[in-house]
DNA sequence: ATGGGTAATTGGTCAAACCAATATTTACGG
DNA sequence: CCGTAAATATTGGTTTGACCAATTACCCAT
């Protein structure tokens, strides 16, 4: 009964071994909706069932969603297994954030240099792109645009330095306190200054890492996270004054701390 | 664009969940073969394409195998179907290990570098413990131990750096890279010159933290790390060889078919 | 009996079609 | 002009039927 023979390969598997590649390498991003599966099935030279069979899967590790008439999507699955539990402990002990912060540094720090390192030039073009993206968001006084954009240039130099760990990590970390920053403190205090700053900060990242400058771009962004947790750190304060105002005002406690995302 | 509505119930889940459940219930007992797909799909009441789909499921779970002309096996070994996405990752692309080690590399040694500068003196003796109890490991003849005791102690840097991020990540990336080298490679192969190279490694990243050295520790964990990468890759290389060996004596032909992917 | 060759079995893949839920566009009415 | 509802297009879900390829089972000649 025993088979030891070679395993037939399955062109479902290579399918999905392909697809699950892409969304490792991060060309196809969580959130992200696929093709259409008969437009996915030209494109991949397979018919839509053996598609299909690669598409369940991955839908049964849980990689992507699919729902009749709307599409297939990828899910974050990968960045939530692993930061899922960190969300409700950042409301809970607030002290986390400053660990987020400095693990962040080294995060960020490595891989702007390795990024200038090994960046090739598809990186580089992808991280062009969103750096204008970001740019033009900054610009514009869209928060939520701000914010995406700001996730995904960081993916891009994530990507770059061709370690799939640093790219999910460096975007699931800057989401989780991005939503962290959201659910804290509303709306961050926007103050034109720090605008501009940031966006210098940016770019010095940017041009570093353009011109494969490895030391320059690890202190750009030592730099860069320097300055948000400095000013994080501030508008935490003024905020602190502020509801310590309010209080005294109303012996009113509101006191939210559990607060479960996904 | 979010998709607040109902999931609509998928035939093949349904189907895969019935067979799962026939498997988990014992009346598909492991290496029972299923009946033909042809026969179950009328069973069933479902299409052929459907109890695919829902196979595929299983196979991705690894609860079931297919062969072409043979027939589809319940796997006989359950208990190692794990449920960590990052650990199948890991086997379904070797790459991603070269990745973890190079990641485990900056986070190790900077968790050795803050250890050095920031711990306390219940730090230091939690780690004199760790380190004790991980030298008996390493000196008696049980691995299981070795592992985990090897974990405790690289999870005690972690706790001395007094940032939580590095303790949980850190012991949490040690833990999924042991049970990678378990599955992949049974036990690693133990030559006595590799012990007590590693004792020596542990011993100096001991003696630099406990001294309150942070440059010596972080250099210590680094060529630790560095030489586990290499020892690594030694035995893969010879395991890949002794593959490549079997392969020759049973002359396969080995065949590519699936070329038009990607 | 035994060996080899053939036929039946069985998983793997593809094609075309239709259904159902969703998304998008259009048209209508306020 | 805007908002809502109907109509249309898109897209995943499912079925049928067919053919291919690997495996297994069978049968016959030696």
Redesign the interface.
Known sequence: ?P?N????????D?????L??RI?EGSLKPGDRLPPERELAVE???SR?SL???I????????V????G?GT?VTD??ES??FDPWQDMMGAHPN?RE??L??RR?LEG?AAEWAAERATDADLTRLNQAFEAMNQAFDADDSERRASTDIDFHQAIGEATH????GH?SAALLRLMQDNIRLNLGELKTIPAAISLLKSQHAAIHTAITERKPSAARAAAETHIDFVRESLAQSLRSAARRQTAERRLSANTTDFSASSIS
């Open positions: 009964m088979q023979k070679v395993q037939v390969p399955r062109i479902s290579a399918v999905a071994a392909s699950e590649r490792l991949l030279g397979v069932p299909r069979e690669a369940q899967k991955l839908a049964s590790k849980g990689m969603q699919s729902r009749q709307g999507y699955r990968l297994t692993f986390l660990d987020l400095e693990f080294m490595q370690n799939v760990l640093i990590l």
